[in-house]
Protein backbone atom coordinates (compact mmCIF):
# COMPACT_ATOMS: atom_id res chain seq x y z
CA UNK A 1 0.00 0.00 0.00
CA UNK A 2 1.46 3.37 -1.05
CA UNK A 3 2.46 5.46 2.20
CA UNK A 4 3.27 8.93 2.90
CA UNK A 5 6.49 9.13 0.74
CA UNK A 6 5.11 7.40 -2.55
CA UNK A 7 1.73 9.38 -1.88
CA UNK A 8 3.58 12.90 -1.81
CA UNK A 9 5.76 11.72 -4.65
CA UNK A 10 1.68 11.17 -7.08
CA UNK A 11 1.08 14.49 -5.67
CA UNK A 12 3.98 16.57 -6.34
CA UNK A 13 4.02 14.50 -10.00
CA UNK A 14 0.34 15.11 -10.68
CA UNK A 15 0.66 18.87 -9.34
CA UNK A 16 3.40 19.07 -12.14
CA UNK A 17 0.91 17.74 -14.38
CA UNK A 18 -2.89 18.77 -14.12
CA UNK A 19 -3.05 21.92 -12.59
CA UNK A 20 -5.14 24.89 -14.32
CA UNK A 21 -6.48 22.09 -16.65
CA UNK A 22 -10.41 21.62 -17.59
CA UNK A 23 -12.16 18.72 -17.33
CA UNK A 24 -14.26 18.13 -20.45
CA UNK A 25 -15.54 15.00 -19.61
CA UNK A 26 -14.73 11.82 -17.24
CA UNK A 27 -15.20 8.09 -18.64
CA UNK A 28 -15.64 5.57 -15.78
CA UNK A 29 -15.41 1.65 -16.10
CA UNK A 30 -15.56 0.30 -12.80
CA UNK A 31 -18.19 1.89 -10.71
CA UNK A 32 -17.08 0.08 -7.86
CA UNK A 33 -14.18 2.60 -7.68
CA UNK A 34 -16.16 5.40 -6.76
CA UNK A 35 -17.45 5.58 -3.31
CA UNK A 36 -19.56 9.10 -3.61
CA UNK A 37 -21.57 10.62 -5.31
CA UNK A 38 -23.14 8.26 -8.06
CA UNK A 39 -21.63 7.44 -11.66
CA UNK A 40 -23.78 9.99 -12.83
CA UNK A 41 -23.23 12.56 -10.96
CA UNK A 42 -19.95 11.71 -10.62
CA UNK A 43 -19.35 12.77 -14.49
CA UNK A 44 -21.85 15.85 -14.16
CA UNK A 45 -20.11 17.33 -11.24
CA UNK A 46 -17.04 17.25 -13.15
CA UNK A 47 -17.34 18.17 -16.12
CA UNK A 48 -16.05 21.91 -16.92
CA UNK A 49 -14.08 22.47 -13.54
CA UNK A 50 -10.61 23.16 -13.56
CA UNK A 51 -7.97 21.48 -11.23
CA UNK A 52 -7.18 24.48 -8.49
CA UNK A 53 -4.83 22.09 -6.46
CA UNK A 54 -3.37 18.79 -5.55
CA UNK A 55 -2.46 18.34 -1.77
CA UNK A 56 -2.14 15.14 0.21
CA UNK A 57 -3.92 14.28 3.63
CA UNK A 58 -2.45 11.16 5.14
CA UNK A 59 -2.60 8.73 2.34
CA UNK A 60 -5.38 10.43 0.70
CA UNK A 61 -4.66 12.24 -2.40
CA UNK A 62 -6.39 16.12 -2.03
CA UNK A 63 -7.79 17.57 -5.66
CA UNK A 64 -9.33 21.00 -4.94
CA UNK A 65 -11.28 22.10 -7.59
CA UNK A 66 -12.63 25.09 -8.88
CA UNK A 67 -16.33 24.63 -8.43
CA UNK A 68 -15.86 23.82 -4.68
CA UNK A 69 -15.61 20.09 -4.58
CA UNK A 70 -12.72 18.25 -3.35
CA UNK A 71 -11.66 14.96 -5.17
CA UNK A 72 -10.61 12.58 -2.72
CA UNK A 73 -8.27 9.89 -3.27
CA UNK A 74 -7.43 6.78 -1.13
CA UNK A 75 -5.37 4.84 -3.44
CA UNK A 76 -4.59 1.31 -0.96
CA UNK A 77 -2.98 -2.03 -2.28
CA UNK A 78 -2.36 -1.03 -6.03
CA UNK A 79 -4.18 2.46 -6.88
CA UNK A 80 -2.57 4.55 -9.31
CA UNK A 81 -2.77 7.57 -10.88
CA UNK A 82 -1.78 8.24 -14.54
CA UNK A 83 -0.96 10.83 -17.14
CA UNK A 84 -0.95 10.07 -20.41
CA UNK A 85 -2.34 11.42 -23.58
CA UNK A 86 -4.85 9.82 -25.45
CA UNK A 87 -3.36 8.08 -27.68
CA UNK A 88 -1.31 6.04 -24.81
CA UNK A 89 -2.01 2.58 -24.42
CA UNK A 90 -4.72 1.85 -21.99
CA UNK A 91 -3.79 -0.12 -19.21
CA UNK A 92 -6.52 -3.29 -18.45
CA UNK A 93 -6.44 -2.04 -14.84
CA UNK A 94 -7.39 1.83 -15.66
CA UNK A 95 -11.09 2.30 -14.87
CA UNK A 96 -11.72 6.12 -14.74
CA UNK A 97 -10.21 8.91 -17.30
CA UNK A 98 -10.89 12.24 -16.85
CA UNK A 99 -10.34 13.87 -20.13
CA UNK A 100 -8.68 17.27 -20.56
CA UNK A 101 -9.36 20.52 -23.00
CA UNK A 102 -6.01 19.97 -23.93
CA UNK A 103 -6.49 16.16 -25.08
CA UNK A 104 -4.35 14.53 -22.37
CA UNK A 105 -6.25 12.38 -19.44
CA UNK A 106 -5.27 11.34 -16.33
CA UNK A 107 -6.27 8.00 -15.63
CA UNK A 108 -7.03 6.04 -12.36
CA UNK A 109 -6.34 2.28 -12.02
CA UNK A 110 -6.40 -0.24 -9.99
CA UNK A 111 -5.17 -3.88 -10.18
CA UNK A 112 -7.13 -5.07 -6.98
CA UNK A 113 -10.04 -2.87 -7.55
CA UNK A 114 -9.85 -1.69 -3.52
CA UNK A 115 -9.47 2.00 -4.58
CA UNK A 116 -11.56 4.12 -3.40
CA UNK A 117 -12.50 8.16 -4.48
CA UNK A 118 -15.30 10.38 -3.12
CA UNK A 119 -16.01 13.69 -4.63
CA UNK A 120 -17.12 15.95 -2.10
CA UNK A 121 -17.88 19.37 -1.01
CA UNK A 122 -17.63 18.56 2.32
CA UNK A 123 -14.57 16.89 3.31
CA UNK A 124 -15.87 15.15 6.57
CA UNK A 125 -17.70 13.12 3.59
CA UNK A 126 -14.47 11.78 2.28
CA UNK A 127 -14.15 8.34 4.16
CA UNK A 128 -12.02 8.80 7.14
CA UNK A 129 -9.86 11.67 5.86
CA UNK A 130 -11.21 14.33 8.81
CA UNK A 131 -10.41 11.63 11.51
CA UNK A 132 -6.98 11.05 10.94
CA UNK A 133 -4.10 12.02 13.30
CA UNK A 134 -1.08 14.58 12.74
CA UNK A 135 1.14 14.56 9.95
CA UNK A 136 4.74 13.60 11.05
CA UNK A 137 6.46 15.81 8.68
CA UNK A 138 4.32 18.86 9.82
CA UNK A 139 5.57 21.46 12.04
CA UNK A 140 3.16 20.91 14.55
CA UNK A 141 4.09 17.59 14.92
CA UNK A 142 6.47 17.73 17.91
CA UNK A 143 8.46 15.86 20.37
CA UNK A 144 6.08 17.12 23.73
CA UNK A 145 2.86 15.99 21.74
CA UNK A 146 4.66 12.56 20.81
CA UNK A 147 5.94 11.96 24.26
CA UNK A 148 2.37 13.04 26.19
CA UNK A 149 0.58 10.67 23.35
CA UNK A 150 2.86 7.71 23.61
CA UNK A 151 2.49 7.78 27.52
CA UNK A 152 -1.15 7.15 27.64
CA UNK A 153 -1.05 4.40 25.43
CA UNK A 154 -0.36 0.64 26.47
CA UNK A 155 -0.70 -1.45 22.81
CA UNK A 156 2.64 -2.57 20.90
CA UNK A 157 4.40 0.85 19.33
CA UNK A 158 4.31 -1.47 16.24
CA UNK A 159 0.27 -1.38 15.88
CA UNK A 160 0.19 2.35 17.42
CA UNK A 161 2.39 3.81 14.08
CA UNK A 162 -0.07 1.94 11.82
CA UNK A 163 -3.12 3.10 13.36
CA UNK A 164 -4.08 6.36 10.94
CA UNK A 165 -6.25 8.10 13.94
CA UNK A 166 -2.80 8.39 15.96
CA UNK A 167 -0.61 9.21 13.04
CA UNK A 168 -1.32 9.60 9.59
CA UNK A 169 0.52 8.36 6.94
CA UNK A 170 2.63 5.68 8.02
CA UNK A 171 2.64 2.61 7.07
CA UNK A 172 4.13 -1.39 7.53
CA UNK A 173 7.79 -0.10 5.68
CA UNK A 174 8.49 3.07 7.24
CA UNK A 175 7.29 2.28 10.70
CA UNK A 176 9.68 -1.05 10.61
CA UNK A 177 12.75 1.30 9.21
CA UNK A 178 12.04 4.09 11.69
CA UNK A 179 11.92 1.52 14.76
CA UNK A 180 14.93 0.00 13.56
CA UNK A 181 16.65 3.20 13.39
CA UNK A 182 15.36 4.25 17.13
CA UNK A 183 16.19 0.67 17.89
CA UNK A 184 13.00 0.34 19.33
CA UNK A 185 11.90 -3.64 19.32
CA UNK A 186 8.01 -3.75 17.38
CA UNK A 187 6.05 -5.63 20.73
CA UNK A 188 7.23 -3.10 23.03
CA UNK A 189 4.54 -1.18 25.39
CA UNK A 190 3.92 1.97 24.13
CA UNK A 191 3.99 3.71 27.49
CA UNK A 192 7.39 1.60 28.66
CA UNK A 193 9.44 3.58 26.59
CA UNK A 194 12.03 5.99 27.94
CA UNK A 195 12.28 9.61 27.14
CA UNK A 196 15.89 9.34 25.60
CA UNK A 197 13.93 6.35 23.52
CA UNK A 198 11.20 8.37 22.57
CA UNK A 199 13.25 11.09 21.34
CA UNK A 200 15.10 9.05 18.75
CA UNK A 201 11.97 7.53 17.44
CA UNK A 202 10.64 10.75 16.80
CA UNK A 203 13.67 11.78 15.03
CA UNK A 204 14.22 8.41 13.08
CA UNK A 205 9.98 8.60 12.11
CA UNK A 206 10.96 12.15 10.48
CA UNK A 207 14.06 10.78 8.61
CA UNK A 208 13.21 7.65 7.35
CA UNK A 209 9.81 9.42 5.84
CA UNK A 210 12.23 12.26 4.51
CA UNK A 211 14.52 10.19 3.35
CA UNK A 212 11.24 7.90 0.89
CA UNK A 213 10.42 11.66 -0.11
CA UNK A 214 13.79 12.32 -1.35
CA UNK A 215 13.67 8.83 -3.15
CA UNK A 216 10.51 8.98 -4.53
CA UNK A 217 8.90 6.49 -2.64
CA UNK A 218 9.37 2.31 -2.01
CA UNK A 219 8.76 0.08 -5.50
CA UNK A 220 8.46 -3.50 -3.93
CA UNK A 221 5.45 -4.64 -5.75
CA UNK A 222 2.87 -1.39 -8.11
CA UNK A 223 4.16 1.79 -7.28
CA UNK A 224 4.82 4.42 -9.82
CA UNK A 225 3.90 7.75 -9.49
CA UNK A 226 1.64 9.86 -12.17
CA UNK A 227 3.88 9.67 -15.00
CA UNK A 228 4.83 5.65 -14.43
CA UNK A 229 8.17 6.19 -12.78
CA UNK A 230 8.81 3.84 -9.81
CA UNK A 231 10.14 5.31 -6.79
CA UNK A 232 14.06 3.87 -5.54
CA UNK A 233 13.92 3.73 -1.32
CA UNK A 234 13.91 0.05 -1.69
CA UNK A 235 17.51 0.08 -2.35
CA UNK A 236 18.13 1.75 0.76
CA UNK A 237 15.94 -0.35 3.11
CA UNK A 238 17.23 -1.32 6.24
CA UNK A 239 15.61 -4.09 7.69
CA UNK A 240 12.13 -3.91 5.47
CA UNK A 241 11.68 -7.19 3.68
CA UNK A 242 14.91 -8.73 4.58
CA UNK A 243 14.84 -11.47 6.56
CA UNK A 244 17.20 -13.72 6.53
CA UNK A 245 19.81 -11.54 5.90
CA UNK A 246 22.90 -9.47 8.15
CA UNK A 247 21.96 -6.62 9.78
CA UNK A 248 23.57 -3.13 8.45
CA UNK A 249 24.45 -2.08 12.05
CA UNK A 250 25.95 -5.70 13.82
CA UNK A 251 26.21 -9.26 12.65
CA UNK A 252 22.95 -10.42 13.75
CA UNK A 253 20.63 -11.70 11.20
CA UNK A 254 17.03 -10.07 10.66
CA UNK A 255 13.88 -11.51 11.76
CA UNK A 256 10.61 -11.54 10.62
CA UNK A 257 7.01 -11.81 12.87
CA UNK A 258 3.50 -10.85 12.61
CA UNK A 259 2.26 -7.93 14.51
CA UNK A 260 -1.46 -7.64 14.21
CA UNK A 261 -1.27 -9.68 10.99
CA UNK A 262 1.28 -7.49 9.05
CA UNK A 263 5.29 -9.12 8.53
CA UNK A 264 7.33 -7.43 10.52
CA UNK A 265 11.24 -6.71 10.40
CA UNK A 266 13.69 -6.13 12.88
CA UNK A 267 17.25 -7.05 14.40
CA UNK A 268 16.98 -8.96 17.24
CA UNK A 269 20.55 -7.38 18.41
CA UNK A 270 20.00 -3.53 17.49
CA UNK A 271 16.20 -3.86 19.02
CA UNK A 272 15.99 -6.36 22.01
CA UNK A 273 12.89 -6.62 23.56
CA UNK A 274 12.27 -4.85 26.62
CA UNK A 275 9.26 -5.07 29.04
Not at 226 to 231: I, V
Amino acid sequence: MPELPEVQTVVDTLADLVLNKEIIDVEVKQEELIAKPSVKEFKSILKGVKIDRVRRRGKYIVVELSNGYYLVTHLRMTGRFFYASKETKVDKYDYIFFKFKEGDELRLGSKRKFTKTYLVDDLTEAGSLTKIGPEPLADDFILDWFKKALAKRRGNIKALLLNQRFLAGLGNIYVDEALFLARVHPLRIANSLEDKEVKMLYKSIRQVLSEGIEHRGTTKWDYVDASGQGGSYQNYLRVYDRAGKKCPSCDATIERIKVGGRSTHFCPKCQPRKE
